[in-house]
């Protein structure tokens, strides 16, 4: 008997596939991932600051110090949980931006109306895992998945000084929104202390430091996870992470959905240095000079 005769592709696949492979293999073959010095040391940066943020972040003093940064972060957060509840078709009924106790932001509307069928008659599901969504659980996802994907631009944005200025002019904005919900003095002078300091870096020598500042923020964005999950478990905050969330609505203990998350901002910040090194091919010179024309100083 003669073998079965194999299944072709149809011609004008074929070639559709082989052009994308050979503009892949072009693009991967002339990208440059080998980082200068400039580079090399946004990278050690960047490291230093994840260490540096998960110290200040807990320490009572250093804590209230970067209270302003941190209304930014979770501002950020549940702001794309308010937009992806929104985009489902929830209502809103309250929102909380706490630099300590974390945020929370409740939508109604996004749970089942009738219980879910287990699939293990001997299982025991509790009340939310009965009436879980895809709306619900997309709206609890896009908070970390919105935090990393701002933190990937601002840290993309760290190994250039021109990028870095315009997303300064960002964050200049962002932080004065914070001051609408500001209930004490520490958050207030916490805000005042991180705007008079964006503001002195992009007068001081056309914002070469700036973008530290920058990769700073990018850092604490991006890998908002570990704070959430660490307040929760060194503080025991009034509003609980999305990672007890998660465990909550599709089951599995609370530190693994940690560990899931945290492997994506991981993999998420590792594609931010690659793209960092390979879009910004320039020397300190160069880079310097460009700065000095993009909205000057002097």
């Known amino acids: 008997m003669p073998p079965p005769a194999i299944p072709m592709l149809p011609q004008p696949i074929v070639e559709l596939t082989n052009s994308t492979a050979t503009t892949l293999h072009y693009f991967v073959s002339r990208a440059n991932i080998t980082p200068n010095s400039f580079q090399t040391n946004t990278v050690i940066a960047a490291c230093v600051m994840f260490l540096a943020i998960l110290i200040a972040w807990n320490l009572p003093i250093l804590r209230d110090a970067i ?66 969504s895809p709306s ?21 944005s760290g190994f250039n000084i021109v990028a870095s200025k315009a997303c300064a002019l960002v964050l200049h904005f962002g932080l004065l929104v914070p001051v609408l919900r500001a209930d004490h003095w520490i ?43 660490i307040d929760e478990r060194l503080f025991d905050k009034r509003n609980t992470s999305d990672c007890a ?36 091919r320039r020397t300190d010179d160069e880079m310097y000079r460009e700065a000095s024309k993009f909205l000057p100083t002097r």
């Open 67 to 132: 209270a302003g940064l941190k209304l930014f972060t979770v501002g950020v957060h549940e702001l794309c949980h308010l937009a992806m509840g929104l985009s489902c078709g929830g209502q809103v009924v309250s929102i909380c931006i706490d630099p300590n106790d974390g945020g929370a932001t409740h939508v109604m509307g996004l749970m089942r109306t009738t219980p879910r069928i287990p699939r293990n008659p001997y299982a025991m599901p509790t009340f939310a895992q009965t009436f879980w």
């Open 136 to 156: 619900a659980i997309a709206t609890l996802a896009s908070g970390y998945i919105g935090s990393s994907i701002v933190g990937f631009l601002l840290v993309f």
């Open 187 to 229: 958050a207030y002078a916490s805000i005042i202390g991180c705007e008079v300091l964006l503001i002195g870096l992009w007068f001081s020598d056309h914002g070469n430091a700036l973008r530290f500042y920058v990769l700073f923020v990018g850092v604490m964005n991006l890998f908002y996870v570990v704070w959430d999950y």
């Open 245 to 280: 969330q998660f465990s909550e609505l599709l089951g599995w203990p609370t530190s693994s959905w940690f560990i899931f998350w945290f492997v994506y901002d991981s993999l998420v910040f590792t594609a931010a240095i690659f793209a960092g090194i390979c879009v910004f």
